[in-house]
């Protein structure tokens, strides 16, 4: 995905069956949405950086590098295999394989 990210931006929108028009790729729409989606622009939005979620913990707290990988550094053994646990449980029946 980080790697060809309009494909995959032109495949959730054809998957949600809103496909984007030849006008729109002319006009660069999927670009915009690119940019405006980026993990960049997102963690910079002064609400990310400043405002706080309902439940009192800080906007930023959702942002960490934005790279692929890094929750190694941020999950122990034991978070990541209550986690596995709970994914593995809740799309059990979707075709997943685990």
Excluded: Y
Aim: proline share 3%.
């Amino acid at each position: 995905m980080k790697e060809q990210p309009g494909l995959h931006l032109r495949k959730l929108a054809e998957f949600l069956g809103c496909p984007f028009s030849p006008e729109e790729e002319a006009q660069g729409v999927v670009d915009n949405i690119l940019r405006l989606c980026s993990f960049e622009n997102m963690s910079n939005l002064d609400v990310n950086k400043n405002g706080k979620h309902s439940n009192g913990v800080a906007n930023s707290a959702f942002f960490r590098k934005g790279e692929a990988g890094d929750w190694k550094n941020c999950l122990t053994a034991e978070m990541v295999e209550k986690l596995d646990s709970v994914i593995e449980e809740k799309l059990q029946g979707s075709g997943f394989q685990f």
